[in-house]
């Protein structure tokens, strides 16, 4: 979604360079308003800014709620906005008559309403409170109110109003800190377009300023208590946004800082002029509301790509493991065992094998050296689907890996061979409508030990792996990025139970893998207003399989070729589903939890296969491929390698 077609202030944006943040990956969902002026389009703004019709907003046009359906997949009506121009969050009652935010709650739930767990409330209404010390009005117990009383008294009011609002059924909030601060008091720099000229009747008072400062700097502590997993609370820092416009215009896509009512002709001209502000007066213009609605999609859908960090180096470990149990299975064609007695390659390449003697014999196999060392190149992709719920999200994502492999093994004595094997990784994900992307470092080293008897095969297989992160987002202004490390560990085993049919072995096969991974803390770099903390993720997986394994060789011309084809069905005994904690680097005291919906497709099915041959003398080639099907995140693996015994 762009916005060219509404305001040249956006398409500003957009030729600077500026990422537009994909919708965020939730359900669709309604958009609740509870607040002040600056998210009231439905009941006082309209009349007070006629020239915002028909949107309503204090401004000249479109709010931030009217603009966030734009950013997300949550659906905005004008009768889910409470929110009132001019009052306070409910420390007192409002100067115009207005209801406060914590009367706007009492008309929702009178009304006998409820949210849905899919539904998200914004919630503001703080700043107007600062009008206690303007006017001179007492507390409670008549005393006058201090920039700290005040303070402790909105943060409290505010408290008690989300608790409101999770005892309605509230789930996703974002929560409008105060637009002012402690250096820029807007009511003053903005003025106010309803006073009529000179329309900065509004002092900058030193305490009021103080005021501002003290509830933005305790509003994250203040709220912790109220987050836990279900309920996610995000701060979206207006003080900062307002900030940057004022000091840095250009950088949001605007031509300058002071509110349009201060800047000439700004009030009769065309909505595109009046767009090139930020500030309409003190509220924003639409431009101006459209920059808030796309930081608040984005702190929305920050946490939306944190599963796929451990997701992809899971599956890397996994990928390495299997490539090892793969190899194994391909590289039996020299171990009699497999076929009984007299193994079935030898037969093959047997000169009183009877059907073959007017042809040129295949050559024998050469007896086995027992040990050997290999390097294997490897090529795997695939793609994981978006996992949506009310209170987590999980974006998919393509990804691919390429890798390549060195190892040695030793045969210990004849039926059992051990080894090493050493691999470097490079996967690379795209998450899912444009969301992010992935690009990993992977080192692994990986144990197996094989045990080759004439009916039986149990190959076991064990891996580290250590995997460094580079991880990026869109942002607002830049581009969000994050750096860190993890670690993986697997261990599992196979095993099949062979029988002679013909010149075919088939049998049953049956696996169990486990797997650990872990991606360690950091935080995000860019813009401060969306960048984030993550905190130590893990993720384990337990995959069984059961199915049938099927050898058969074959001569190609003169060259003897074993195969082998396993096809099974796998389950997911764990599912990947876990709670993860972030907090935004603007409000580190609010945890937000974010539980990771598990995979939907927990069985599925799997088809493997590889081919070996004999090249020249000790060296030797195989090429294996695996894949999976019945399921919506289909995966894909190659594997060729070339050993050389000694």
Same mark, same amino acid.
């Given at each position: ?23 965020? !990956?939730?359900? $669709?969902?309604?958009? =609740? +308003?509870?607040?002040?002026? &600056? ?7 309209? #009349? /007070? ?102 303070? !402790?008294?909105? $943060?409290?009011?505010? =408290? +008690?109003?989300?608790?409101? &609002? ?7 909030? #974002? /929560? ?105 007066? $003190? ?18 859908? /920050? ?125 690379? /994900? ?217």
């Amino acid at each position: 979604m762009t916005l060219k077609s509404v305001m040249p202030a956006a398409a500003l944006l957009l030729a600077a360079g500026m990422p537009v943040a994909g919708a965020q !990956a939730q359900q $669709l969902g309604t958009i =609740y +308003g509870f607040g002040d002026s &600056l998210l009231d389009v439905s009941r006082n703004c309209p #009349i /007070a800014f006629p020239q915002s019709a028909p949107y309503g907003a204090c401004g000249n046009g479109k709010g931030t709620l009217q603009w966030l359906p734009d950013f997300t997949s949550y659906s905005f009506i004008k009768s889910n906005d409470y929110a009132y121009n001019g009052v306070g969050n409910g420390v007192f009652p409002a100067f115009n008559g207005g209801p406060t935010v914590a009367q706007q709650i009492v008309e929702f739930t009178s009304a006998g309403r409820s949210f849905q767990p899919n539904d998200l409330i914004v919630v503001g209404g703080m700043p107007n409170n600062w009008g206690a010390m303007y006017l001179g009005l007492p507390d409670a117990n008549g005393v006058p109110y201090t920039p700290q009383t005040l303070a !402790a008294a909105t $943060l409290s009011q505010q =408290y +008690g109003n989300f608790a409101q &609002l999770i005892k309605a059924g509230g789930h996703n909030f #974002i /929560a409008e800190n105060m637009f002012a601060s402690s250096t820029y008091n807007w009511y003053y720099i903005g003025g106010f377009f309803p006073n009529g000229p000179p329309y900065n009747q509004i002092p900058d008072l030193p305490i009021a300023r103080q005021f501002f400062g003290l509830v933005n700097d305790n509003l994250a502590a203040t709220l912790a208590p109220l987050a836990a997993p279900g309920v996610r609370i995000h701060i979206v820092d207006l003080a900062a946004i307002y900030t940057r416009a004022y000091t840095d215009p250009a950088s949001l896509g605007f031509k300058t800082g002071t509110a349009c009512i201060f800047d000439g002709n700004c009030l009769t001209a065309s909505k595109d002029v009046q767009n090139q502000h930020f500030m309409y007066d $003190l509220h924003p213009t639409e431009a101006g509301y459209a920059v808030i609605a796309r930081y608040e999609a984005n702190l929305l859908a /920050a946490q939306d790509g944190l599963a796929a960090q451990g997701d992809l180096a899971q599956i890397t470990a996994q990928n390495f493991s299997n490539a090892i149990f793969a190899r194994l299975d391909a590289y039996r064609f020299a171990d009699a065992g497999v076929a009984g007695s007299v193994a079935a390659y030898q037969a093959y390449a047997s000169m009183d094998r009877p059907g073959i003697a007017t042809k040129a014999p295949p050559a024998r196999l050469a007896p086995e050296q027992p040990l050997s060392v290999y390097m294997a190149a490897s090529y795997g992709s695939g793609s994981i689907g978006d996992r949506f719920s009310a209170d987590g999200n999980a974006r998919g994502f393509d990804y691919t890996l390429a890798g390549g492999t060195v190892g040695a093994d030793v045969k210990i004595n004849p039926d059992t061979r051990i080894g090493i094997a050493f691999n470097y990784t490079n996967p690379v /994900a795209d998450l899912s409508g444009g969301t992010g992307h992935l690009n990993l470092d992977s080192y692994q080293v990986g144990g197996f030990a094989s045990f080759t008897y004439p009916h039986l095969l149990t190959d076991i297989v064990a891996t580290y792996g250590h995997h460094v992160y580079q991880i990026d987002r869109p942002g607002v202004i830049d581009t969000i990025r994050g750096s860190t490390s993890g670690d993986s560990f697997t261990a599992g085993f196979k095993s099949a139970y062979l029988f002679d049919v013909g010149q075919l072995r088939v049998g049953p096969l049956v696996g169990l893998t486990y797997d650990y991974t872990t991606v360690n803390p950091y935080t995000e770099t860019g813009d401060p207003i969306i960048t984030q903390f993550v905190a130590r993720q893990t993720l384990e997986g337990l995959t069984g399989s059961a199915g049938v394994q099927l050898r058969a060789p074959f001569v190609v011309g003169t060259q003897l070729v074993s195969s082998y084809l396993n096809l099974t069905a796998e389950h997911d005994f764990l599912s990947g589903g876990r709670t993860l904690l972030s907090a935004e680097t603007v409000a580190l005291a609010l945890p937000i939890y974010t539980l990771v919906p598990g995979n939907p497709d927990r069985t599925y099915g799997k088809i493997a296969g590889g081919l070996s041959t004999a090249l020249a003398g000790n060296v030797s080639a195989m090429l294996t491929a695996a894949g999976t099907f019945g399921n919506s995140n289909s995966q894909f693996a190659l594997q060729g390698a070339v050993k050389v015994a000694f």
